[in-house]
């Protein structure tokens, strides 16, 4: 049962680069979202998708680009890395959408 | 707007005394109110939540308690345990619209032997 899972788990990229960050789940679930966590911080809604080919904004979108031509996979593309990206990133799925979410182990980028 | 707060950023408590954790909220629309653990290292975990329409819900060792009136909502932990040493985050949904969960800023749980 591999439930949910992120990778790269660590990223160091450059300014400017593109990067992306994959996320799987082997449940099924309708609903998956992207957060990000900064050090001391709580975490930030990136993006949110209820079902195939239906993604929203959250919090704070801007510099992100997300897909989900899967249900299973909901990968998120920093177009140009900046430095204030540098964060953990978590993945998470939801099978009802109401609020109990299945965590990723999180994707730790580093933007220098 | 739609914001979730929290009261204190650090708690300390003695190993086996209740803890209780407070988060304020903003968006009255919200229907869900959700508490997460997170340990050191990982992502966080559903402990319980509480829909709109209720006051109370008690899970295993924790009861969440919702007071709409003055947008409070808090965590009761009872007889604390080292495994509950991490940081906990409410969260807020407003379901009914779009599944948007935001999270609030958290609060670490420290226990004294």
């Known amino acids: 049962d591999a439930g949910i899972t992120q990778s790269p788990r660590y990223k160091i990229t450059e300014t400017g680069r593109q990067v992306t960050l994959m996320c799987h789940q082997t449940?099924?679930?309708?609903?998956m979202f992207w957060y990000r966590q900064d050090l001391g911080h709580g975490l930030r809604l990136i993006y949110y998708s209820a079902a195939a080919d239906i993604t929203d904004k959250g919090e704070v979108p801007d510099g992100y680009v997300v897909s989900r031509s899967k249900t299973e996979n909901f990968p998120l593309t920093l177009e140009s890395a900046t430095r204030s990206q540098t964060s953990v990133y978590f993945c998470?799925?939801?099978?009802?959408?109401?609020?109990?979410?299945?965590f990723g182990e999180g994707s730790r980028l580093t933007v220098l | 707007g739609e914001s979730v707060g929290l009261h204190l950023p650090t708690l300390s408590v003695q190993e086996g005394d209740n803890s209780i954790i407070n988060c304020a909220y903003s968006n009255s629309a919200s229907d869900y109110f959700i508490w997460y653990k997170q340990e050191s290292g990982k992502g966080p975990q559903f402990i319980i939540d509480i829909r709109s329409n209720m006051d109370k819900r008690q899970g295993q060792r924790v009861t969440v308690l919702l007071n709409k009136t003055v947008k409070h909502l808090s965590l009761q932990i009872a007889a604390t345990q080292p495994g509950d040493s991490a940081v906990y985050f409410c969260?807020?949904?407003?379901?009914?619209?779009?599944?948007?969960?935001?999270f609030g800023s958290g609060t670490r749980l420290s226990i004294r032997p």
């Open positions: 449940w099924s679930h309708s609903y």
């Open positions: 998470a799925s939801s099978a009802s959408g109401t609020g109990e979410l299945f």
């Open positions: 969260a807020e949904n407003l379901y009914s619209s779009a599944s948007k969960i935001i």
